[in-house]
T-cell receptor, first 118, second 114 residues
Framework: AQTVTQSQPEMSVQEAETVTLSCTYD???????LFWYKQPPSRQMILVIR??????QNATENRFSVNFQKAAKSFSLKISDSQLGDTAMYFC???????????????FGKGTLLTVNP | NAGVTQTPKFQVLKTGQSMTLQCAQD?????MYWYRQDPGMGLRLIYY???????DKGEVPNGYNVSRLNKREFSLRLESAAPSQTSVYFC?????????????FGPGTRLTVL
């Protein structure tokens, strides 16, 4: 079974600064996907960024980027130029790749609460 | 496009009561999921439906049943609610037939069992 570990229950950052959230995972799979989801106080889960394990290039989405280290099974999220609206719980998640199948279950970490201070 | 909708948004039950949480999606997705979110535990999968007509247990299925009514709708039933089922419940959907599908989440139902 896969496990996802987020070792930082809470973090804070000043507006406009950069912050990195950590995530490690354990799997015997070679092909899989990793995600970062954001959950603001509204409770709505929103996908921030996705990484395919077979791609060496780190994914980026505007101010959000990841540092994917496959050998170390590490998948950290970097938020640049932090904004007040980035305040949220951030969840790292793992999904096995199952070719030909139709179920793609997510395994979530316990989350990191990020607070952006003005 | 409403995305994924859930009803009700809030519910309070007494121990032993039953209820059904409703979920619908309008994105023509094949796969649907029910999660529960507890403080300090992240989201855990209760049941999922890979495609219309199929359902499977997830990580924490005990005390729950599901029905995939049609492609759009996936309900979660608590037959005899227990205080341990106090949680926030999320429904999600995804296309389901290719790797790395994004799961789209509903707004959640906050359930309290007294």
């Amino acid at each position: 079974a896969q496990t996802v570990t987020q070792s930082q229950p809470e973090m804070s950052v000043q507006e406009a600064e950069t912050v990195t959230l950590s995530c490690t995972y354990d799997t015997s799979e070679n092909n899989y996907y990793l995600f970062w989801y954001k959950q603001p106080p509204s409770r709505q889960m929103i996908l921030v960024i996705r990484q395919e394990a077979y791609k060496q290039q780190n994914a980026t989405e505007n101010r959000f980027s990841v540092n994917f280290q496959k050998a170390a099974k590490s998948f950290s999220l970097k938020i640049s130029d932090s904004q007040l609206g980035d305040t949220a719980m951030y969840f790292c998640a793992f999904m096995k790749h199952k070719s030909g199948g139709s179920n793609y279950k997510l395994t979530f970490g316990k989350g990191t609460l990020l607070t952006v201070n003005p | 496009n409403a995305g994924v909708t859930q009803t009700p948004k809030f519910q309070v039950l007494k121990t032993g009561q039953s209820m059904t949480l409703q979920c619908a999606q309008d994105m023509n997705h094949n796969s649907m999921y029910w999660y529960r979110q507890d403080p300090g535990m992240g989201l855990r999968l209760i049941y999922y439906s890979a495609s219309e007509g199929t359902t499977d247990k997830g990580e924490v299925p005990n005390g729950y049943n599901v029905s995939r009514l049609n492609k759009r709708e996936f309900s979660l039933r608590l037959e005899s609610a227990a205080p341990s089922q106090t949680s926030v419940y999320f429904c999600a959907s995804s296309e389901g037939f290719s790797g790395g599908n994004e799961q789209f989440f509903g707004p959640g139902t906050r359930l309290t069992v007294l």
